[in-house]
């Protein structure tokens, strides 16, 4: 089955670009630079034509050993990318947080909530696209279309985050062509030095994004969008223990501890704010580990329950 190319994020194709070529450029070198300089191609290439195959995360392509480096999206993953960002949102923001901070937190979601329950069709739409191939459903929230006034105040948020997601995902592989990685990956490179480059190419993209973010509340989106950029990357595997396991790779819950003490959010609420949503997601991504922290328990000592789901996770990948 092929998916024609009319999907509702190709409405923010242009932000994503827009979001990437305005990160800050690293070491001064702007990203025009790099196109003079050769270390880039110019042109963003959009895959459409992923049949049934899992999604597929950004990738620096090289046609030939001499060829200038391109960077490639997938549409696929842009739309899983804006649907687990807008639905995990809603979930967190409005299912979660809010009954818990008002004290009318049952325990567990309000479906009869009509945001609530399409927010939950989302995100099972978007872990479904791991395994099939499917159009959006028309009647969820999407960039194109929001059922409520609510939903649209979740919707431009998602945009934001959004753009920002894809732009921290472009700004990795971005590093990794100018730090000439793809060159080492045909050499005899150690799996240290590959560990090494992946943990270069998430600074880097972590710093384009965040630097001139100094207080809490500009992080705010910031983070969100790290965060869900990581944690989708999740459903890029049709056998979750894979996404774990890359054996050139940082494991992903480390990458996102890294990441996290990077953010370094001051304010209190912050500092539970993130651990909890990333404790969550990943409670839900890998119901083996049957982790069944109860949610004040995680509001509690939101960075020792994340710290035991990593350690969990690493005993489970094995
Ligand atoms: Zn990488």
């Known amino acids: 089955m092929n998916i024609p190319p009319d999907s509702p994020v190709l409405a923010l194709e242009h932000n994503v670009t827009w ?68 639905s995990w949102m809603v979930i ?35 872990a479904s696209l791991r395994t099939s191939a499917s159009k959006w459903p028309a009647d969820l929230p999407s960039p194109i279309h929001y059922p409520s006034k609510q939903e649209q105040w979740y919707g431009e948020k998602a945009n934001l985050v959004f753009q920002q997601a894809a732009a921290f995902l472009l700004g990795h592989e971005y590093a990794h062509a100018l730090g000439k990685h793809l060159e080492a990956k045909t050499h005899d490179v150690s799996d240290y030095e590959v560990l090494l480059a992946e943990k270069e190419a998430d600074v880097r993209a972590f710093e384009s994004l965040v630097e ?24 890029l595997c049709s056998d979750m223990k894979q996404a774990f396991r890359q054996r050139r790779h940082p494991q992903l819950h480390h990458r996102l501890q ?3 003490s990077m953010l370094n959010f001051q304010g209190e609420q912050y500092q539970s704010y993130f651990p909890m949503l ?22 509690e000592d939101a960075n020792h329950v994340l710290e035991d789901v990593v350690e969990r996770i690493t005993a489970w990948s094995k």
């Not at 049949?51 to 960077?71: C, S, T, W, Y």
């Not at 207080?215 to 459903?235: F, G, M, Q, R, V």
């Open 19 to 86: 979001a990437f070529e305005n990160a800050t450029p690293y070491s001064g070198k702007s990203l025009s630079e790099s196109v003079q300089n050769g270390h880039i191609n110019a042109e963003i290439g959009l895959n459409c034509n992923q049949v049934d195959a899992p999604p597929q995360g950004p990738f620096l392509h090289r046609p030939n050993a001499k060829a200038i480096p391109e960077m490639h999206l997938s549409l696929k993953h842009l739309e899983l990318l804006w649907s687990f960002i807008y």
């Open 92 to 126: 967190y923001e409005s299912g979660i947080q809010k009954p818990m901070l008002e004290g009318s937190w049952s325990g567990s979601l309000d479906i009869t909530n009509p945001i609530i329950h399409r927010a939950l069709r989302l995100r099972e739409w978007s």
């Open 212 to 235: 001139f973010a100094t207080d809490d509340d500009e992080k705010l989106d910031k983070a969100w969008a790290i965060i869900t950029a990581l944690l989708s990357s999740l459903y």
């Open 258 to 260: 890294h990441l996290l």
């Open 278 to 299: 990333c404790v969550i997601i990943l409670e839900y991504a890998i119901p083996e580990l049957e982790i069944m922290s109860s949610s004040e328990a995680i509001f």
